[in-house]
């Protein structure tokens, strides 16, 4: 029996501007547009930020609101997965799209650097979150950006805080946290399938490591982000 | 060829209080005075935080002065490491205890979570704090509370700033970071052999995982911590 490959496409994230990549989607409509592309080439789940006017990452419900439904209506069956990362908000606003229900939201657990940041999730906010997913009935993706972070989402599954299977996200090649390496990949996949054995897990890398994350996750069995 | 085995005393913390354990040192005299006890039977080296008079944890440079006078007069010939970790201070007052010169300080690399809270060492910090101790000629020990923290050390020992061997330590059992697991324990060793393979290694479990920790680490060949 041969799993199929699940592709997660990232759009737009939270960092690259206009100035740096224009042909980055950062208006609601490029973002339903370029997302609608994946969808027919195959992509079938989509993670998806939101914009500013000027472009900055917001964690505004009602612009996610408008992204929903566009994505509903031009992407019919795709998975929408929205980020509470931290890069957008801070505190219970990286939560205030929950109650749009999305299928899926991205989950940290723990905390890590970041190029030039602390990536700040405090166990308290990281509580109300998977509560709130809870209560919304939204599937979290868990973004293990650190061995640590697969103990605690394993912890969060067991005792009910995560229901059903755990989705696990391996975040490789962010500067100040874990790099791109090919062995604690395998140890990652390894500790998932140790941990919560019924897991599924997906990989990313970041920038350049995007094709090489991508390679070890086939081949590892695991779904791809692109 | 057999290494000795370096048995690491960590007198008070910056937690428990006389009110939860009688028998804890506090003042300065009680920490030189059961430092001295340690010293005697076989401990050597201290690592060390001190406490304000209410027994709040502090960085005080002139308290740690106190200390360190203490433990040269009473334990000569024993390593003295001084904390610079973030329950005791905020920022750079973290390190203004390295002027003092004591013969090693701990230095943490990456950021975390702690029971309550993030434990904060944003990149910009840890890297004050290494060029502090490379200014006043401290070996660094590497506090580990994940694994990423080991790919960091590694990659400041190699572009210099970190000098000489690294030297490393793993700390398990604290809740909302790395748990006390043996598989995760043997894949520290295995990485920091990968990575550097001339570090030294040692390993702290907390409160109830100190006994176990340090019988995984005798058998492992790395330094203890008591
Ligand atoms: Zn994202
Ligand atoms: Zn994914
Ligand atoms: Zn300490
Ligand atoms: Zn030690």
New interface residues.
Partial sequence: MTKPCIICVAITGSVPRKKDNPAVPVTIEEQVESTQAAFEAGASICHAHVRNDDETPTSDPDRFARLVEGLKKHCPGMIIQLSTGGRSGAGRDRGGMLSLRPDMASLSV????F??????????L?DWLASEMRTYEVKPEIEA????HI??AAEMSRDGRIPGKLYVQFVMGVK????C?R??FD?YIK?VK?LTPDAEWCAAGIGRHQVEVNEWSIAGGGHTRT
């Fill in positions: 723990g905390s890590n650097n190029p030039t940041r602390v990536y700040e999730n405090a166990p308290d990281v950006f650190d061995l640590s103990f605690k100040n946290a874990m790099p390496d062995e604690v140890y500790t140790r």
